[in-house]
């Protein structure tokens, strides 16, 4: 978590290695922005209070298969913000079995 500050997870290159991703994420007065490539899906469970638990990354998991990796973003944002964007500029993950 942060307190008067900023951060960014960028994922667009990362290796799945497991089928579950959990990043925990309490924000007080500052902001988190965590990156994904296309094909990945994303749940949000976090709150914002006076603040904004957002997801942006509507729309790239059409068509993400079911096995595709998944990010689960939970915690909190008091007075700041956690959201998720998409890097539409690196190749969407695979899924190799």
């Known amino acids: 978590g942060h307190i008067l500050s900023g951060d960014k997870i960028d994922l667009s290159c990362a290796d799945f290695v497991h089928p579950v991703t959990n990043i925990n994420a309490c924000e007080i007065l500052g902001g988190l922005e965590v990156i994904v490539p296309m094909g990945v899906r994303v749940q949000m469970k976090g709150i914002g209070?006076?603040?904004?638990?957002?997801?942006r990354s509507q729309g790239q998991t059409v068509g993400a298969e079911?096995?595709?990796?998944?990010?689960?973003?939970?915690?909190?944002?008091?007075?700041?913000?956690?959201?998720?964007?998409?890097n539409k500029?690196?190749?969407p993950v695979r899924v190799v079995q």
Not at 49 to 55: A, P, R, T, V
């Open 89 to 91: 500029s690196v190749p």
């Open 49 to 55: 209070i006076l603040g904004g638990f957002d997801d």
């Open 66 to 86: 079911q096995d595709a990796p998944l990010v689960v973003l939970s915690g909190c944002a008091i007075l700041g913000g956690v959201e998720v964007k998409v």
